[in-house]
């Protein structure tokens, strides 16, 4: 799983953004909402686009406020349970975004295999928060999957960056 040495190695460039950030009074929640809001034009250049370049880099600045909010969380002190909860159901929020515009883009290009891949990935994303979930409501910490979010992500941005879904 990439994404614990990920983290160490983007702290120093999200810890400057974050403070950047507090500085101008953005919040932690904001950002969350945000980093939704932005995976709609992903979802726009996958439903009215023949090519996939575009959806890749709409998807890498959406990406990119996904660590934003929980950096300026902790750079100011404002974690807390409702932001951990907002983050993540705006995080599976994000993912179905992704997946429904594979699907609007499988179904405008005429591509079945991506259909199932697409039902795959979000069958997938949703098991593996679930598996997390259930995990912390009977008090096992776990960091289950090798296929994390970031990970997730990454695959989806490269496959969608390259054309190769």
Do not use: K
């Not at 009074?25 to 709609?40: C, K, M, Q, S, Y």
């Not at 959806?55 to 951990?84: I, Q």
């Not at 699907?103 to 997938?124: C, E, K, P, S, Y």
């Amino acid at each position: 799983m990439l994404t614990p040495s990920a983290r160490r190695l983007a702290q120093p460039v999200l810890r400057t953004v974050a403070r950047a950030l507090a500085r101008l009074g953005v919040g932690p929640n904001a950002l969350t909402v945000l980093g939704v809001v932005l995976h709609v034009p992903v979802v726009w250049c996958l439903a009215a686009f023949d090519t996939t370049w575009a959806a890749g880099v709409a998807l890498a600045l959406a990406g990119a406020f996904d660590a934003l909010d929980g950096a300026v969380a902790r750079e100011t002190d404002r974690t807390s349970p409702f932001g951990a909860f907002l983050d993540s159901v705006v995080d599976r929020v994000s993912e179905s975004l992704v997946c429904f515009g594979l699907v609007l883009h499988a179904q405008r290009t005429g591509d079945a295999t991506l259909v199932r891949w697409a039902i795959a990935f979000f069958a997938g994303s949703i098991l593996v928060s679930y598996t997390r979930a259930r995990a912390a409501g009977i008090g096992v910490r776990t960091q289950a999957g090798w296929f994390g979010r970031l990970e997730r992500t990454l695959a989806i941005g490269a496959g969608l960056l390259t054309g190769f879904l």
